[in-house]
């Protein structure tokens, strides 16, 4: 009887053990998907998670939707390329829901694949983009509805949409056709500020608007309303946008070639045209920042967009800024990757892939020009190293294998390469 006692004991403590060894394993499984549950305050400026804009359309049109398939192939491509964040601009289409379902089936089949998603909810002032005079003092009928859809998402995929943005370029001025006061952005962010509150949008959630330096009081003081201050504090962060590309032709002191450099060799003129590009776009940055400071406010401020497009028919090509073209490109890419790992700062780089549907009737529109790879998957001249580094073997996009540009060719590229105008040059064209 003792014997079998002491059996039944021995058993016991084996048991025990067993199960407290499996509690440690499942505790140490807990931890790490505690470890993996990351907020918009771990990945926003954390140089392991750099940002991107993605559209994803190849077609003319925004009525030819990216499949899933399409979208599963592009985020590969991202995701070799070490982006963790995507910002998409509205819910009124298919394509942000299914960028969504996308990432969550690659995470089904691999658990440690990772992306997410600044989520961006599209504002229209009343009568935008109809035949109607716009009144940018009173709100689109349709801002509710698209508000309440990208609710539904953030509350959907809690573990990819970190971000949920009330505007792109909603409140500056010269988005004539649908621009409204930021009065309306203000309610939308308030209104998703409450929702956090009340527990129903999930707490570490991150509210902001994407919008123009200007909009966010860099610029002209008629942006600095009360309105705006208010917006600032409501706002988790601040995204703005910096564009020295559009710059170069709007206000382009800081782009010609100033006389003490015209002895320079035509690369060196271009180098230094691009750091100036780099230096613009963070005196942008710095006049939000004292903006922000002036209302006492300290809280974060990202790139929401800046970019550079690789061809123009317009003012940026040839006959005009002469800033286009993949070199560049590839040196502002660069320039803005190093400024804003080394400051903490998250660049929501302008864009993943060209996009033909922006200027449709214009081939060679700068619009369609923004990708860092061209339609078709060629990778531009910023991505040529990556290539070469065999990043992206084995993947494709749409069927074909990542290649460069140009066939690789430099010679071919320096060809289009252009050296920005001296002052005198651009006063005797204009």
Known sequence: MRALKIVLLSVVVLVGLIACKEGQKENTKDQTQIKKEVTAKDILGNPEYLAISYGGYRANTREVQPTLDEIKDDL???????????????????????????????????????????????????????DQAPDHNLESEQNEGEIDRAVALANQYPDIVKVLAVGNEAMVKWAESYFVQPKVILKWVNRLQDLKKAGKLPEDLWITSSDDFASWGGGDPLYHTEDLARLVK?????????????????????????????????????????????????SKYDSVSNYVKSLGVDKPIHIGETGWATVSSGYYGPDGSRATDELKSALYYKHMR????????????????????????????????????????????????????GIFKGLTRDGKTITKTYDGDKEALMKDVLVPPTQQEHTMVH
């Open 338 to 389: 190093e400024w804003t790992n080394a400051n903490g700062i998250s660049c929501f780089y302008f864009e993943a892939f060209d996009e033909k549907w922006k200027d449709a009737h214009n081939k060679k529109g700068s619009e369609n020009h923004f990708g860092l790879f061209t339609v078709e998957g060629k990778a531009k001249y910023a991505l040529w190293e990556m290539v070469d580094q």
């Open 76 to 130: 590969k491509i991202m995701d070799a390329m070490g982006i963790k964040i995507l910002r998409t601009y509205n819910v009124q289409l298919p394509q942000a829901s299914n960028i969504l379902k996308a990432i969550s089936e690659l995470k089904e089949v691999d658990p440690d694949f990772e992306m997410y998603v600044m989520l961006g909810a599209w504002i229209d002032c009343k009568n935008a983009w109809t």
């Open 234 to 282: 409501a706002v988790d962060y601040i995204s703005m946008h910096t564009y020295p590309y559009h710059y170069s032709h709007y206000v382009p002191e800081f782009w010609w070639v100033p006389a003490e450099e015209e002895g320079l060799s035509d690369i060196e003129k271009i180098e230094a045209a691009m750091i100036r590009a780099k230096e613009t776009a963070i």
